[in-house]
């Protein structure tokens, strides 16, 4: 944390966001999303609360910020691995396989973007400012469209469908992530009655078959249209 008391320039308070920012990234590298609570925040960043929130006007206001920076540091690293692994010579089918298996891959390390993903529409929209949800809102439009620019690069065939791919894909991510993490209850009684896991997802080959099917559909809508 910085050594200064109190933040009187732009300068400090720049750092003082980006310290609240980190340790909270930091938070969740440790714990779920529902753990991370400001009392704890504050005690590690060594800020009483109120001014934590001085910079943040809630804890989901910093945490869609980190939804955010995760978001973005995965769309830098994909144009690499599509480019590796998708042959733009292959048939339509062949690469959109290919592109959900990759997709899917991608996301199986990022545990703290597919958590955040899983609750920001249940949790991370709901305690903020129509000023925080707006400005997220425009993030999350363009984040989508920067994720469509690089799936188009692999399979033009989707067109506009793109942009809708990938905005379910991000709601298809977040979904499966929550249901192939049961509760400890659930677990228990999967022990006991063997029989009651037959539904249960192991995260990467239900995402990668959720995300071929959605691939296929869009593919096959774009050529009806």
């Known amino acids: 944390m910085s050594t200064f008391q109190r933040?009187?320039?732009?300068?400090?308070r720049e750092l003082r966001r980006r310290a609240i920012l980190d340790t909270t990234a930091a938070m969740l590298d440790e714990m779920p999303v529902g753990e991370v609570s400001l009392n704890e925040l504050s005690r590690r960043v060594g800020l009483a609360k109120s001014n934590v929130l001085r910079y943040f006007e809630s804890r989901e206001a910093i945490l869609l910020e980190l939804l955010d920076r995760a978001w973005k540091q995965w769309l830098d690293d994909l144009p690499a691995l599509l480019a590796a692994e998708i042959d733009p010579g292959a048939p339509v089918e062949e690469r959109g396989d290919r592109l959900a298996d990759v997709l899917a891959r991608s996301l199986e390390?990022?545990?703290?973007?597919?958590d955040l993903f899983s609750?920001?529409?249940?949790?991370?929209?709901?305690?903020v400012?129509?000023?925080?949800a707006g400005r997220w809102k425009r993030t999350a439009i363009g984040n989508v469209g920067?994720?469509?620019?690089?799936?188009?690069?692999?399979?033009?065939?989707?067109?506009?469908?793109?942009?809708?791919?990938?905005?379910?894909?991000?709601?298809?991510?977040?979904?499966v992530w929550t249901h192939a993490r049961p509760s400890a209850a659930m677990l228990d009684a999967y022990d006991a009655d063997p029989s009651l896991a037959?539904?249960?997802?192991?995260?990467?080959?239900?995402?990668?078959?959720?995300?071929?099917?959605?691939?296929?559909?869009?593919?096959?809508?774009?050529?009806?249209?």
């Open 7 to 12: 933040a009187r320039s732009e300068e400090q």
């Open 109 to 114: 390390g990022r545990r703290v973007l597919c």
């Open 119 to 127: 609750a920001q529409a249940g949790v991370l929209e709901r305690n």
């Open 129 to 132: 400012s129509a000023e925080v």
């Open 146 to 175: 920067a994720m469509a620019a690089l799936v188009r690069r692999r399979l033009p065939e989707l067109s506009d469908g793109a942009v809708a791919f990938c905005a379910q894909l991000v709601m298809m991510a977040g979904t």
């Open 198 to 225: 037959e539904l249960r997802l192991e995260f990467t080959p239900a995402l990668r078959e959720v995300l071929a099917t959605l691939a296929a559909g869009t593919l096959a809508r774009a050529a009806a249209r």
